[in-house]
């Protein structure tokens, strides 16, 4: 039996642009097929951002949605983070903009800028804050527009991403044993970094460099290579951590790149593929938001129940990669 203190995930929600483009509509405007993109990426389709769809309005319906589903108000809410690499302003943090428009001024709050691995960083940085008192209660946000910084023309990556955003509640809590169903809490993360292959995967723009905001360049088959190796690696050292098996996972919710990097990195683990939940066909590759809205799509279609054991994993620019595993 081991209590820790630490925190625990209290609700979820999620928001998306209106508008849906399907791979046949991208395939009207450059030399693609809905055959490749399926074939080669799962993808079906991806939600766009319109003119007056932002990073933040995004963030700030997933937060509404997500203190909601919790039963809570703004005010309950003393830290937020929002992961994005598609930030409203190169400053301030989407994160103050979002406190502002939920009306809960005064607390922490800051941006985390580590791509798709973003709510990885986020959750287990307000897991920290919220073990070391800093706040009761946080929301932790993943929401990007990658579409503001795709290049239309670059067949090899407009056609992967899209935009929306996911976010959690929560909660600082005493958890007893959740390893052993005792009660929900995260029982344990670890994250990584890679510097050195800054150039597989970047934004050929930047305000100190070019003064642009720049476009997403992606070496896709390298990326594909190291993101199986990195994910089984990390999610084999949070499984050891926490001292439960590969068997005891009930979800495993990851970052929605490829449905066959999902495959390859559950088949690596031993995880049969009906415990992962896959919404890259719906949603693309939504960079930080990918996790907390595939998160929450599976938490309301009922798939993932109270008493789960949740396994969340990501991999992106940087690179950067991590895994959280988690008991709701
Ligand atoms: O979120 C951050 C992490 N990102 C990822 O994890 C992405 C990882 N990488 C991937 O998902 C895959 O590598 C891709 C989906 C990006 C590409 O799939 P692939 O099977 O690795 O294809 P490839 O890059 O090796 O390209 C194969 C062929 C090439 O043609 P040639 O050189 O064989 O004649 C490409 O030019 O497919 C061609 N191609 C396309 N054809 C039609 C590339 N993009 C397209 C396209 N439509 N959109």
Redesign the pocket.
């Known amino acids: 039996m081991v209590n820790v203190t630490g925190s625990r995930i209290l609700g979820s929600g999620s928001a998306l642009p209106e508008r849906i483009v399907s791979n046949a509509e991208l395939a009207a405007q450059i030399d693609?097929?809905d055959e490749?993109?399926v074939e080669?990426?799962g993808i079906r389709q991806r939600y766009i951002a319109g003119e007056s769809e932002t990073t933040a309005s995004l963030a700030i319906k997933a937060a509404q949605a997500a203190l909601n589903d919790a039963g809570l108000t703004a005010s309950d809410i003393g830290l937020i983070i929002v992961a994005t690499a598609t930030p409203d302003n190169t400053f301030p943090a989407t994160a103050t903009k979002v406190q502002n428009a939920l009306g809960c001024n005064g607390g922490v709050a800051f941006d985390v800028a580590a791509v798709?691995s973003g709510f990885l960083y986020a959750l287990t940085t307000a897991d920290s804050l919220l073990t070391t008192g800093m706040a009761k209660r946080a929301m932790v946000i993943g929401a990007e527009t990658f579409s503001r910084i795709l290049d239309w023309e670059d067949?090899?990556t407009c056609?992967?991403f899209g935009d929306g955003a996911g976010a959690v509640v929560m909660e600082a809590a005493d958890c007893v044993d959740p390893a052993h169903e005792g009660g929900p809490g995260i029982l344990a993360s670890r994250l990584h970094a890679d510097g050195a292959n800054h150039d597989l995967?970047y934004v050929d723009g930047g305000p100190s460099t070019t003064q642009t905001v720049g476009h997403l360049r992606?070496k896709?088959?390298e990326?594909?290579r190291h993101?199986v190796v990195n994910l089984s690696s990390v999610l084999n050292e949070v499984i050891e951590d926490a001292g439960v098996s590969a068997q005891d996972i009930d979800w495993v919710v990851p970052?929605q790149?490829?449905a066959r990097?999902l495959d390859a990195t559950a088949k690596k683990l031993g995880i049969p593929p009906e415990k992962v939940v896959v919404t890259v066909d719906q949603h693309a590759?939504t960079?930080a938001a990918s996790v907390p809205l595939a998160f929450d799509v599976a938490r309301r279609d009922g798939r993932i129940k109270p008493g789960d054991l949740v396994m969340f994993e990501a991999?992106?620019?940087g690179f950067t990669w991590g895994a959280s595993l988690v008991r709701v």
């Open positions: 693609t097929s490749w993109i080669r990426t798709c067949r090899t056609v992967l995967l992606m896709g088959r990326v594909f993101a970052h790149a490829n990097i590759n960079s991999m992106g620019g």
